[in-house]
C-alpha cells in the first residue's frame, strides 16, 4: 500500500511512501507518520492511499514508524485546511503544521512538570447575575434562529451594547449538547476577561488557547477540545484551527481587529477563514464589532452577510459626549514640556479623581520618547539591523527596536559629531506616565503596554486592580481600546488623535476612526454620562469628527467612495508581494525581474501591477526589503495570477525570500 502525505516545511508538494500492510491498516487521514525526508526522519501528516505512484518502487521510500494512529483532524478539518493553503498560496504541510500543535505530533523526549495554572480561570465577572436581554438583543437572535447558517452575520453593535451577552445566549440557544463553538477575540489582552465571563457562564466547558500559554497547558486545552469535553474554545487567531467536535457556531469578536492577520509563514487571517470554516462545516458563523471593517460592512450592505445591529447600550445608557480640544493652540497646554497636555484635560482628570470615578488615557506610542536627537548636527540614533529609529526608554536607561529587538544604551555623545546636547523628541506611554506622577502625586497610576506587561500574570493583575477600583488614571496603547468592561471609567482622554491618520497605508482613515470609536467606547459603561477628550492638531478633520459625534453610517460611506476611487479593497482584491535579501542589489535585481516575468503572463492584463518599489520600511532585521501590489477584480483571477508567479520563483531557486501576502491589512 502506498500512502500520500504532506511534510511540515515549506515544500510545494505531497510526498508517496510505502506502508507495510499491517501498518496501513492502523492509519487513516489525518493520522501521523514518521518518514525518511532527504537526510533526516520527520514526521508527516497521511492525507490518502493509493496503490500505485508515479516513483518508481525501487526508489520509493517506507514509513518508519506510525506515530498517531488516531487522526490529528477530521476530513472537514481536511477540506478547510487546503482551501487555507489554495488561497493563501502557502505549502499544505506546513499549513497543517500551523493548525496543530507542536505537542500534539511530537515525540516527548522528557517529563514535563506538572501544570499548576488554569488558563479557563480568566478574570470572574464582579456581577455574575444575569439581566434580561433588552428588545434588541432579543430581535437578533431571534433573526439568528430564522435564517440558521445561510449566510455569515455581522452583529454592528455600538459600545456597551451587550454584544458578548448576544454571544453567550447564542451558545447556549443554538448549541445542542454534543455540539461546539468557537469564540475568537483579537487581542491576548482581551482574553482573561473574556475567558471570566464564558467560564462563569459555563462552567468545566470551557478551553482557552492563545499563544501565551505554556505548551503543557495549550496540549492540555487542545485535547479537551478535541475529547468533546470542553465545549468552546475561547482563544486568540489560532483557535480557529481548534480541533472541536460538531462545530455549530463560530464567533470573531471586534472582527475589524488587525491582529486577527497572521503577519509571518501562513499569512492568514482568522476573521475570514472563520466564514470559510463555518461553510464548510455547516454551522452559524457571527463578526461581532462597534466598528466594523470595511470589507464586512461592504458584504452586509451587498446581502453576502445578515446585517444584524445593536443601537443602543444596555439599560439606554448614553454614548459618551467627545470633545475637542486644539493643541496647535499653545495657550491651551498646561506647559511647553509637555505639549501632549492641555489644560482642559487636566481638570478634567482632577475632578474625576476628586469624584471617585476612574481616568484613561490612550496613546499609541511605547516608550519614553521616539528617538534621541542631536540638537548640534540632526542625527538620529538608528536601529543597525532595521531602517528605523531607536525609541528611547527612561527607566532603564535604553534604545530599543520593536522590529528586531535589539538594545543598546542611550549615547553620552552624538556619533556624528561627539555634541552633547542629545534630546529625547516625541512622547511615549513612559512620559505620559512619569509626568502624571508628578502632577497627580496621590493619584493610583497603572499603564498598560508591551513594555510592563509581559505574561498572563501581569496582564491579569492589573487588569484586577483596574476592575477593582485600586487604579485612578489607566495610561495605555491599543491593548486597552477594545473589548475591556471597566464601569469605573468616567473620562477618557485620547492624547494624540492625529498620529495614526500620518502612517503611509490605504486603511489609515479606517483604523483611526475604530480606535477612536473603541477607545470613547470605553467611558460610561455604568450608568453615568461618560466623557472623551480629544486632543489633536487638527479638531476639523472629517475622520474625527466622524467618530466623535457617533456617525458610523457617514464615515463608512464616505471612506468606501475614496476606496473606489483609488481601487483599494473592498473594491478591489488585493496581494502584496515581498522579496527580503541581505545585499540590497541582489533583492532588487530579483524583484525586477520578477516583476517584469510578472507583467508577462498571461493573467496579468486582467490585473493592476502596483511596483516594485522599496517597502516603507527599507530594512528589517538585516534583510533589504522591496515590494510589489497586485490589484484584481476577483481573488479566482488573482489567485490565478499568483500561482504562476510562485511557480516562477520556485524555478528561479533564488536566495531571496519572496513571500506572497493575500489581502494585506499592512503595506509596510
Known amino acids: 500500500m502506498i500512502i500520500q502525505v504532506a511534510v511540515p516545511f515549506r515544500v510545494p508538494k505531497l510526498f508517496d511512501y510505502k506502508i507495510a500492510d499491517a501498518d496501513a491498516d492502523r492509519v487513516v487521514p489525518g493520522s501521523l507518520v514518521q518518514v525518511p525526508f ?15 505512484s508515479t516513483i518508481s518502487d525501487t526508489k520509493l521510500k517506507s514509513v ?13 478539518m481536511l477540506e478547510f485546511l487546503r482551501w487555507v493553503s489554495a488561497y493563501y498560496c502557502h505549502p499544505l504541510g506546513e499549513t497543517i503544521a500551523t493548525a496543530v500543535p ?8 522528557r517529563k514535563t512538570r506538572a501544570i499548576t495554572s488554569d488558563p479557563t480561570a480568566g478574570l470572574r465577572p464582579a456581577h455574575s447575575e444575569r439581566f434580561e436581554l433588552t428588545p434588541e438583543q432579543k430581535q437578533v437572535l431571534d433573526e439568528m434562529d430564522r435564517h440558521g447558517h445561510e449566510k455569515p452575520y455581522l452583529l454592528f453593535g455600538v459600545t456597551g451594547s451587550g454584544k458578548t451577552e448576544v454571544y453567550m445566549n447564542a451558545i447556549e440557544r443554538f448549541l445542542n449538547t454534543d455540539q461546539s463553538a468557537i469564540v475568537l477575540a483579537p487581542e ?8 471570566g465571563r464564558f467560564s462563569d457562564r459555563f462552567p468545566g466547558q470551557t478551553a482557552v488557547l492563545h499563544s501565551h500559554l505554556s505548551p503543557a497547558e495549550r496540549q492540555r486545552e487542545w485535547k479537551r477540545a478535541a475529547s468533546g469535553e470542553a465545549r468552546i474554545v475561547v482563544g486568540a487567531r489560532s483557535a480557529v484551527f481548534a480541533p472541536v467536535k460538531n462545530l455549530a457556531l463560530i464567533i470573531v469578536d471586534e472582527e475589524q481587529e488587525a491582529s486577527f492577520k ?14 470559510v470554516r463555518a461553510k464548510i462545516c455547516g454551522a452559524r458563523v457571527v463578526l461581532g464589532s462597534a466598528t466594523p471593517s470595511l470589507e464586512s460592512y461592504t458584504n452586509a450592505k451587498n446581502e453576502k452577510f445578515h446585517l444584524l445591529t445593536l443601537k443602543k447600550r444596555v439599560l439606554d445608557r448614553p454614548l459618551p459626549q467627545c470633545q475637542f480640544v486644539d493643541i496647535k493652540n499653545n495657550d491651551q497646554l498646561v506647559d511647553s514640556h509637555t505639549p501632549w497636555f492641555s489644560k482642559p484635560l487636566f481638570a478634567k482628570i482632577q475632578d474625576t479623581i476628586q469624584n471617585g470615578q476612574q481616568v484613561l488615557l490612550y496613546l499609541n506610542r511605547l516608550g519614553y520618547a521616539h528617538f534621541l536627537f542631536c540638537h548640534d548636527c540632526g542625527h538620529t540614533e538608528q536601529c ?44 511615549g506611554t513612559e ?25 498572563r500574570k501581569d496582564l491579569e493583575e492589573v487588569l484586577q486592580r ?79 469628527r466622524a467618530a466623535a459625534e457617533h456617525r458610523s453610517e457617514d464615515f463608512y460611506r464616505e471612506e468606501s467612495h475614496l476606496r473606489q476611487m483609488v481601487g483599494f479593497p473592498p473594491a478591489t482584491r488585493l496581494a502584496l508581494l515581498r522579496f527580503q535579501h541581505s545585499n540590497p542589489g541582489t533583492v532588487r535585481r530579483f524583484v525586477e525581474e520578477t516583476v517584469a516575468t510578472l507583467a508577462k503572463l498571461p493573467g496579468a492584463k486582467k490585473c493592476d501591477i502596483v511596483g516594485p518599489a522599496e517597502a516603507p520600511l527599507a530594512k528589517v532585521k538585516k534583510l533589504y526589503r522591496w515590494q510589489c501590489l497586485v490589484k484584481c477584480s476577483s481573488a479566482k483571477e488573482l489567485r490565478a495570477l499568483l500561482i504562476q508567479i510562485q511557480q516562477f520563483v520556485d524555478r528561479k531557486k533564488s536566495p531571496v525570500q519572496f513571500a506572497v501576502d493575500v489581502d494585506p491589512v499592512t503595506l509596510w
Open 262 to 275: 497572521q503577519e509571518d509563514s501562513l499569512r492568514y487571517n482568522a476573521r475570514d477563514i472563520a466564514v
Open 64 to 76: 518508519e514508524a506510525v506515530l498517531n494512529e488516531s487522526p490529528v483532524f477530521d476530513e472537514k
Open 102 to 109: 507542536k505537542d500534539s505530533w511530537r515525540v516527548r523526549k
Open 431 to 455: 512620559q505620559v506616565e512619569q509626568a502624571l506622577k508628578h502632577f497627580f502625586p496621590k493619584a493610583r497610576i497603572a499603564r498598560m503596554d508591551r513594555s510592563v506587561i509581559k505574561n
Open 38 to 52: 532527504g537526510s533526516r526522519l520527520t514526521h508527516a501528516f497521511v492525507l490518502g492511499f493509493s496503490e500505485t
Open 188 to 195: 491576548i489582552s482581551l482574553t482573561p476577561q473574556l475567558v
Open 384 to 427: 543597525r539591523n532595521c531602517d528605523i529609529s531607536l525609541t528611547y526608554y527612561r527607566t532603564p536607561p535604553r534604545l530599543k527596536c520593536h522590529y528586531c529587538g535589539a538594545s543598546q544604551a542611550p549615547p553620552q555623545t552624538c556619533s556624528q559629531c561627539s555634541g552633547t546636547h542629545i534630546i529625547p523628541m516625541g512622547v
Open 466 to 544: 483596574v476592575a477593582d477600583g485600586r487604579v485612578d488614571i489607566v495610561i495605555g496603547t491599543q491593548m486597552i481600546a477594545k473589548g475591556h468592561d471597566f464601569p469605573g471609567i468616567a473620562l477618557v482622554g485620547i492624547l494624540l488623535a492625529d498620529a495614526s491618520l500620518n502612517i503611509p497605508d490605504f486603511r489609515a482613515n479606517e483604523r483611526t476612526f475604530q480606535i477612536l470609536t473603541q477607545v470613547a467606547g470605553r467611558a460610561g459603561r455604568a450608568g453615568h454620562a461618560g466623557e472623551v477628550l480629544i486632543q489633536t492638531l487638527n479638531p476639523d478633520h472629517w475622520v474625527l
